[in-house]
């Protein structure tokens, strides 16, 4: 692999509210963020050269699988320009922020939009559901929930056998990050938790209860990345990029770890930052589990250590290594496509400085990583990025 | 647009045999055209940094709507490797070839695969219609045929009426582009047509019969682009990738032209190549006269023009400029993702002096275009590809 040409710098950009909104299409949830993502940065459609969207189920469930960038862009003016659909599950918004980042990192374009966009919820649940299942290579095994929890809880079960997990931590993870979707006005769920009503909640598949588990949930994110170059001549300031590393999972298993972990890896070598040097973090928990497995796979502690983080309260906001801030994928909400593009955001705005009452004192170096889709006992697609002031 | 930093071989690939295969998995399709690809290359795959995979109707049509990338390629032995389904209606793989390109000419990588594929027949033949329908911002408005049927029609309309053209001017672009297939083994439609057959067949939407109109058909294609510096480590030849132009539509339409025009404007412009110098072309003809509309729109002739050299016999095998030697869309076939990169095989075969009987003698300068989907007026995507000996 080559050696990027110039710096990459997130310009900034917007996050639309994440929530139900059934009887919205998805251009009604999605142009008006581009719009928004423009107005903030102060740059106007001439200005960008290329863009990405991101989107995983837009034919299944919004009834646009093929021109969707097209459809959800030309409303807010972007035409001409090269744009396309990218999809990768989970991770299709921050793959998207990845080939963004990479054709400017390289030399091709200086300023190029990403949008993350995702209309999850259908009126036949049902088919949310199916959608959600095609993200995996594995047969549907579930009826009335994602195949994915099926999944989480046996991930969780194995963690608890091996590490001493209980519950307990599971429910600690999301009474803190509800804590923090409370702080998030665009966030999905935002009345707070406790630990004994999560854990007293409707059991989806043992461990997990219904409140340790994220919703169907709508929502879009917008963010333009520029060349430094692009920023000095504009009058820009941004976070810098200082990795963009993703990967494919390998469906046999792999001594190594897994997608996440790979990824991670490469993050941290090439941007030559230590896990330790991690001032905030926005990770891919689609359940509360998940978390704790996504702090190990990145490193930010030992395996089994993300137990003792939780009963510290080390990943929370005011904590040493503070984990979803934003409120994560279950309390902020999962419009899968649109995440990863509101994790950069997120990330870019504690950088700044700008995250008011969630603001992480001193943030110098945020990752923000997500894990798309199943592939045998792998992720199909991860991706980490590394952003630094 | 910064300046590419090295330049982009096709190394070669596969295509696989195109047509109706109801009752295979899309896997089935694919996954072997990868295997050969790699064979026919002579790499394997620990050679290949990175793919694309172009995509159009995954979801609706084969039930693998967000992580296909990795479902047809696991199989074929990559993995691990940054992948991902690109969807940009019919340019959908010819998208995924620049993007290959990009990746390539400013220097992340130095070896990419793409591969094209498609599953458009299904049991309940709406679907597939529905689907199709899908690639436009148009209301569906016809039953019993493709939308664009009647963009079609009504295109070939105007035409008729401005510069004179007949029904049997299509008719001879479907009888050429089906002799051209009965080269080509790979093609889904060989049986020999006559004009006045065409003519008599059956009447989808006037002026189109049946015969000048593309069906549906499932296929694949595999390309594997390098960087010159890899092709000389690996002793590999090939042709060179002169220019990978792609745009957007302008849905409110546009003084200029339309898509085509423009991504063929910037083709030129960047590789200095003039319209005259063109000895082949492969052009996006989901019915007959679409294809006239593309020569004008590619000035390899004036407006209007594209009627005598269809007179003249000049876009035949043997003509001074032949155009769909492949059989095109209407006769080798239109699996939507994976056209565009049949047609850069095609034309890298002839540039190679390896395509047979099908040769076109002292083909230097092939020129490769796919249109995608509909905005308003506009093609919503296109792509122009010039290759080079």
Redesign the interface.
């Known amino acids: 692999?080559?050696?990027p040409?110039q710096r990459v710098l997130v310009a900034g950009g917007a996050i639309g509210r994440f929530g139900r909104f059934v009887d919205q299409p998805l251009t009604a949830i999605a142009t008006p963020v581009v719009r928004d993502a423009l107005a903030t940065v102060g740059l106007t459609t001439k200005d960008i050269?290329a863009a990405f969207v991101g989107n995983?189920?837009?034919?299944?469930l919004a009834?646009?699988?093929?021109?969707?960038?097209?459809?959800l862009l030309?409303p807010a003016g972007?035409?001409?320009?090269?744009?396309?659909?990218?999809?990768?599950?989970c991770s299709?918004g921050s793959?998207a922020v990845?080939?963004a980042w990479?054709?400017i990192?390289?030399?091709?374009?200086?300023c190029v939009l990403v949008l993350g966009a995702e209309k999850l919820t259908h009126g036949d649940k049902a088919r949310s559901f199916a959608?959600l299942a095609?993200?995996?290579?594995h047969p549907p095994q579930s009826g009335g929930r994602s195949v994915f929890m099926d999944v989480n809880a046996e991930r969780a079960n194995t963690y608890m056998a091996r590490y001493g997990a209980t519950p307990m931590h599971f429910a600690k993870v999301a009474v803190k990050n509800r804590a923090h979707a409370g702080l998030n006005e665009r966030a999905a769920e935002r009345a707070p938790l406790t630990v004994e009503g999560v854990l007293a909640d409707k059991v989806v598949i043992a461990p997990l209860t219904r409140a340790m588990c994220g919703g169907m949930v709508d929502g879009a994110a917008c963010v333009i990345l520029v060349s430094e170059d692009f920023a000095r001549r504009r009058g820009l300031t941004g976070s810098v990029v200082a990795a963009s590393s993703?990967?494919?999972?390998?469906?046999e298993g792999d001594a190594e770890g897994n997608a996440t972990h790979?990824a991670a890896q490469a993050a941290y070598e090439s941007a030559g930052i230590a896990p330790s040097d991690v001032s905030i973090a926005e990770v891919h928990d689609p359940s509360a589990p998940q978390e704790l497995f996504d702090i190990e796979d990145l490193m930010l502690c030992p395996r089994g250590g993300a137990i003792a983080l939780v009963d510290e309260g080390a990943t929370s906001l005011g904590g040493r290594i503070p984990v979803n801030v934003s409120g994560g994928l279950t309390s902020r909400g999962h419009p899968?496509g649109a995440t990863g593009v509101a994790q950069i955001l997120e990330i870019h705005e504690q950088l700044a400085g700008r995250a008011g009452a969630a603001q992480v004192a001193g943030a110098k170096v945020g990752l923000a990583q997500m894990a798309?889709?199943l592939?045998g006992r792998d992720s199909?697609?991860a991706t980490v990025h590394l952003l630094t002031v």
């Open positions: 692999m080559g050696r040409a050269e995983a189920f837009g034919g299944a009834g646009q699988e093929s021109i969707l960038a097209q459809v030309a972007l035409a001409r320009i090269p744009m396309r659909t990218v999809k990768n599950a299709s793959d990845h080939l990479s054709a990192a390289y030399g091709q374009y200086d959608a095609s993200a995996t290579d993703v990967v494919s999972g390998v469906p790979r899968v798309g889709g592939l199909a697609f």
